[in-house]
């Protein structure tokens, strides 16, 4: 009988000791600060940093996120075999992350396929173009086409100046990554606004971002055409657009973050650059942090970004209030505090894509 109570009460403790165990492994998983206050994880999974454009300026985000003392943001880079994606999205969700970031249309089929497989995982699609309604899953998109209104406006002025490497062309270019109606949202309405002032518009599709080569021949042939100023929309390829216009001896805009400064360290590249048009995902992915923090992550909605937001926008740093005479800037201001107020309907394009090759051709003046 002795025996029977010593067993009983042996076995008693042993699960009283694992139940403990488990709970102690429960708190291990989330990690405290020094103050007890819990460290938010956040995985931010993209297929490479180092564009000097759209995915630095993600990583920019992630960064400032690591920096504070209630977040700590992981890079994940996933490189550019899609096949090998899956199985990275899937190690996140296994890993204790309470966020797993990604976005862009190449990826987003990827991570809207594992949310769905991992419906108690928090995701955030930080630039959706084909979003997935998934009550797990907060995905933001931004008007695209208000940047190209801006960079279309600033293009058609700097063309039509007297601006040192301006001719008497009109004659203004884009260098767009691919040519999809994600893509063309930026162009068109660079493109009404630029036939609306008068200005002739050269378009070329390299099809890639990640080729500087192809860029550089791309926006040469247009130098070579009397073109003056090229807006590059191609991520990494856009290097190459830097470089032409350094051999051109002409005027580029840069894209999503501030190129100029990207470039600080290759000046003659740098000082083509009149501004850049930003489009912030760091920021987003910030404020969608934020969100979670506090408690109010809006998962299985989307919200659209644009100028008003700040968000997206032109920079205004040194070299462009150095280079850009004041009275095209003066035009340019006025341009955006009318996208602010509303008072101007810019063409987009991926709202209205039947109206997209008509637009085009009037622009390209075909």
């Given amino acids: 009988m ?28 989330e990690t405290v600060s020094e103050s007890g206050e819990k460290i938010w994880k956040v995985a931010v999974l993209l297929p490479y940093i180092g564009d000097q454009s759209y995915y630095d300026a993600v990583e920019a985000g992630r960064k400032e996120l690591d920096a504070r003392d209630d977040v700590e943001a992981t890079l994940i880079e996933i490189g550019l075999d899609q096949a090998q994606w899956e199985s990275y999205f899937m190690d996140a969700c296994e890993s204790g992350y309470d966020l797993i970031v990604s976005g862009y249309a190449d990826v987003e089929p990827t991570l809207y396929g594992v949310a769905e497989m991992y419906p108690d995982q928090l995701f955030f699609n930080f630039d959706y173009s084909n979003h997935v309604d998934l009550d797990n899953v907060y995905a933001v998109s931004y008007s695209s086409s208000e940047l190209g209104y801006i960079a279309g406006t600033l293009s058609s002025l ?23 109606d994600y893509m063309n949202d930026f162009i068109g309405s660079f493109c009404e606004v630029c036939t609306q002032m008068g200005t002739k518009v ?18 040469l042939a247009m130098y070579n055409e009397g073109v003056d100023i090229i807006w590059q929309v191609a991520g990494g390829t856009g290097l190459g657009v830097f470089e032409a ?16 400064a990207s470039f600080a360290g290759q000046p003659q590249l740098a000082q083509t650059i009149l501004t850049s048009m930003y489009k912030d995902c760091g920021s987003a992915l910030i404020y969608a942090v934020e969100d979670l923090v506090n408690g109010e992550y809006p998962a299985g909605t989307t919200r659209t970004m644009g100028v008003a937001e700040g968000t997206l926008g032109l920079v205004e740093n040194d ?27 810019v063409y987009s394009v991926a709202a209205d894509p039947d109206r997209w090759e008509e637009v085009k051709a009037a622009a390209m003046q075909e």
């Fill in 2 to 29: 002795k025996k029977l109570v010593s067993m009983l009460i042996i076995l008693c403790m042993s699960l009283i000791l694992g139940a403990c165990g488990g709970g102690a492994q429960a708190d291990a998983d």
């Fill in 158 to 180: 700097v063309t039509t100046s007297d601006m040192e490497k301006a001719n008497a062309d009109n004659k203004v270019g884009v260098v767009v990554g691919e040519d999809n």
């Fill in 319 to 345: 070299q462009y209030l150095e280079m850009v005479p004041e009275d095209i800037r003066t035009q340019v201001s006025e341009a955006i505090e009318k996208l602010v107020n509303g008072e101007v309907e």
């Fill in 202 to 219: 050269y378009i070329s599709y390299p099809n890639t971002f990640e080729d500087p080569a192809k860029g550089k021949e791309q926006a």
């Fill in 245 to 260: 216009a350094a051999d051109a001896d002409k005027y580029t805009i840069g894209v999503d973050s501030d190129q100029a």
